[in-house]
């Protein structure tokens, strides 16, 4: 199976513009789950979506949002550009089902905001 | 705050010698991961040890597991300089696929 792929894999914005991030699940899954990274607050959960919709959030403003369509293909976006939201932003599938589930990373987007 | 802290935060080692890697978390959880992350890129699943189970084992990786202490431990047994990664802790605490990660461990493996 072709692994959880994540589109664009970098990306340069100004502040205040916005971003649309792009994941696509490993075939079968249900579950994406979506997490910043960055070096001083380390790996934070944004929110997961199963079956098109928002199961669980994070604590982040809500100038983060994403959506997740019936292919289960999701996307994150991020409005109002800030400088601190240079990260690597992750996404990871699984297929949602079970409390002891492995889940699966693509490699990630990295996005630089100047 | 993290959920899980992982300890030591810098680990350096000789090639061939053991690593191994602690993990401590705070509340009652439904089972604890370990993933491998090269230089910035995406993580890798190492291991998944389940709430009511003590040690697991994977190839050269060992997991063990104290939920009275809240602790886990990681061990890379003859380490290679290839195994050089951040290592992370990993807890699902709720009914949903949400983890909570640690701040991760920097492997440094010296050929």
């Known amino acids: 199976k072709a692994g959880v792929t994540q589109t664009p894999r970098y990306l340069i914005k100004t502040r205040g513009q916005q971003v649309t991030l792009s994941c696509s699940p490993i075939s079968g899954h249900r579950s994406v789950s979506w997490y910043q990274q960055t070096p001083g607050q380390g790996l934070q959960f944004l929110f997961e979506?199963?079956?098109?919709?928002?199961?669980n959030k994070g604590n982040f403003p809500g100038r983060f949002s994403g959506r997740q369509f019936s292919n289960s293909r999701s996307e994150m976006n991020v409005s109002t550009l800030e400088l601190g939201d240079s990260a690597l932003y992750l996404c990871a599938s699984s297929t949602g089902q079970g409390l002891w589930e492995t889940q699966y990373f693509g490699p990630g987007t990295r996005l630089l905001v100047l | 705050s993290q959920q899980g802290e992982e300890d030591p935060q810098a680990l350096s080692i000789q090639e061939g010698e053991n690593a191994t890697m602690n993990c401590s978390y705070k509340t009652s959880i439904n089972n604890l991961q370990w993933y491998r992350q090269n230089s910035g890129r995406g993580l890798v699943h190492l291991i998944l040890?389940?709430?009511?189970?003590r040690e697991k084992h994977s190839g050269r990786l060992r997991v063990t597991l104290d939920t009275s202490k809240k602790s886990s431990s990681l061990l890379i047994t003859a380490s290679r300089a290839a195994d050089t990664a951040s290592y992370f802790c990993?807890?699902?605490?709720?009914?949903?696929?949400?983890?909570?990660f640690g701040k991760g461990i920097t492997l440094s493996v010296r050929p």
């Open positions: 990993a807890t699902d605490i709720g009914a949903n696929s949400k983890l909570t």
């Open positions: 040890i389940r709430s009511n189970e």
């Open positions: 979506y199963f079956s098109e919709t928002q199961r």
